[in-house]
């Protein structure tokens, strides 16, 4: 069993905490004058995407976790499976199940590319880029002489997802849309 | 990265510090504080539950690198030296990250027949010069109330206990720690004290804290330990002490972090008998240690020791 002590954490880092896979965000050594020493190290679940803050004795080690990204285009999908495809020329897929991909399944357009997480060899979570560009599949008609400034109103995508648009969006345009927020960015010329 | 042999050290960085070591002689040099060099392999190290020295094999016995110059320096007062000062390298076992690197420059220095405050007051001098900062100078029981809102001198641990959580502060590190009053105090004040502390001096800490530092008793009649510190950006930069004179105490104090140490599976340390004697016979003085590294730090604007200290990585674990 791999292990890591704390004097060999940085961020980027994949450990093992209560069972769970985790990738050390942030590592920070605090040795207060004359006390004990101890890392305060933020940890993200890569199964539930919590971050956990946590403190460790200096000199403590922890399980690594064997955790892989792989860069991999979304396929399709058949119910239970969303298929993915690997980018780096091997063409391997593989299936994740619902538990893994649920999050991103507002955002998952087939082609696009991903960055799936695997921990011992099974996919556990599936991340979209900053930015997915989706079309506009239903919204209330657009209303003549809307500029971009004013109120907006809910579109759904193509993937189902709603969001905020103007109000000037039609059915069948393709926008952009920030992941991380959810929110509309703009209208991509297409 | 093998091949990462040039320094992180900036061209300017190392201007700001040969000018900074530069002002610092001068400073004591127009105060006849005389400059003084002794052994950084010493023949004993701290016991200081918290500290960690680096030793190295010397045949029969083993030389300890010293984490600060504290034991000899005590043997030059002892001796008659009057007000001197060290700038030299120390070392601490384990010690990496942003603020922290196992080899660092301090500057400590004593003053025969200063108090505590007095020693404030040119440590408040030095920092007008170098940095042009006037720093405030509180006590820690009211930096503590002012952002724990309970008293560090009386709060039973039970209640600092219950404060980390309130305040989401996780303490997993502590969990199978005996006696833990003085961690639980570090943990909460790191947490929610220190980031406020732009240049301000700490001064007489909770007694479980003492170190070194004589007890005195505060104004509201508790029991304290004469140390102060050096707060810059919410970064330590200096701490001192009242020095602690009185040999059956300091034995005492020892015998106590070894017999920590031992529980806690430390390397127990050899008794300093010679720094013993020299404690107990030197006149009554106030001491600080500064490091000089942090304080450039600041002066630089930067974050990262490795900015300061050149090929201080070269040591870090896990980086390469």
């Not at chain 1, 905020?164 to 059915?171: A, H, M, R, Y």
């Not at chain 2, 200081?48 to 016995?61: E, I, K, M, Y």
């Not at chain 2, 007008?128 to 405030?136: N, S, T």
Request: with cysteine; aromatic share 8%; proline share 5%.
């Amino acid at each position: 069993m791999a292990t890591y002590s704390t004097n060999e954490f940085k961020s980027g880092l994949k450990v093992i905490l209560e069972g769970d896979p985790c990738n050390i965000v942030e590592n920070e050594f605090v040795k207060p004058g004359k006390g004990q020493a101890f890392n305060r190290v933020k940890l993200k679940n890569l199964k539930t995407g919590r971050v956990w803050e946590r403190t460790f004795k200096s000199g403590e080690s922890i399980e690594a976790a064997d955790v892989m990204e792989f860069d991999m285009e979304y396929l399709y999908t058949d119910g239970e499976y969303w298929h993915f495809m690997k980018t780096d020329g091997s063409y391997d897929q593989l299936g994740a199940d619902k538990s893994s991909v649920e999050e991103c399944i507002p955002w998952l357009k087939e082609t696009d590319r991903y960055v799936v997480t695997l921990w011992n060899e099974s996919p556990i979570a599936v991340s979209p880029p900053n930015f997915v560009e989706l079309e506009v599949s239903e919204t209330d008609p657009g209303l003549k002489g809307d500029t971009a400034q004013g109120g907006s109103k809910p579109a759904t995508l193509s993937t189902g997802a709603v969001v905020k648009v103007p109000l000037f969006i039609n059915v069948g345009e393709v926008i952009r849309v920030d992941t991380r927020t959810g929110e509309y960015q703009n209208r991509v010329k297409n | 990265m093998t091949n990462n042999w040039a320094s992180e050290v900036n061209y300017q960085t190392l201007v700001l510090r040969n000018n900074l070591l530069q002002d610092l002689r001068a400073f004591f040099a127009q105060r006849s504080v005389l400059e003084v060099n002794t052994p950084t392999l010493g023949i004993a190290g701290v016991s200081d539950v918290h500290l960690a020295s680096l030793t190295v094999p010397l045949g029969a016995h083993l030389g300890y690198l010293q984490t600060s110059p504290e034991h000899a320096m005590k043997r030059l007062l002892a001796n008659g030296s009057g007000p001197i000062y060290q700038m030299c390298p120390a070392y601490r076992a384990g010690e990496f990250g942003d603020r922290h690197n196992i080899e660092f420059t301090m500057l400590e220095w004593y003053q025969p027949g200063y108090s505590m405050d007095d020693l404030i007051a040119e440590v408040g001098e030095l920092l007008k010069k170098i940095c042009d900062l006037e720093p405030e100078v509180i006590s820690y029981q009211s930096v503590f109330e002012l952002h724990c809102g309970i008293s560090p001198h009386l709060a039973p641990v039970e209640d600092l206990v219950l404060l980390a959580k309130e305040r989401e502060i996780d303490a997993t590190h502590l969990k199978d720690v005996d006696d833990s009053q003085a961690d639980y105090l570090d943990l909460l004040f790191s947490a929610l004290v220190q980031p406020h502390l732009e240049a301000v001096v700490v001064v007489d800490f909770p007694a479980c804290q003492a170190a070194l530092a004589n007890y005195g008793v505060n104004t509201s009649g508790e029991t304290v330990a004469r140390r102060f510190e050096l707060f810059l950006d919410g970064v330590e930069i200096a701490n001192g002490y009242d020095e602690l004179r009185d040999g059956d105490e300091i034995r005492k104090r020892f015998e106590n972090n070894n017999a920590i140490r031992e529980r806690r599976n430390l390397p127990v340390v050899p008794l300093d008998e010679q720094a013993f004697i020299a404690m107990s016979s030197m006149d009554p003085c106030a001491g600080v240690a500064l490091g000089v590294d942090r304080l450039l730090m600041h002066l630089c604007g930067v974050r990262e020791i490795s900015k300061v200290i050149n090929f201080a990585r070269d040591h870090w674990p896990g980086i390469k």
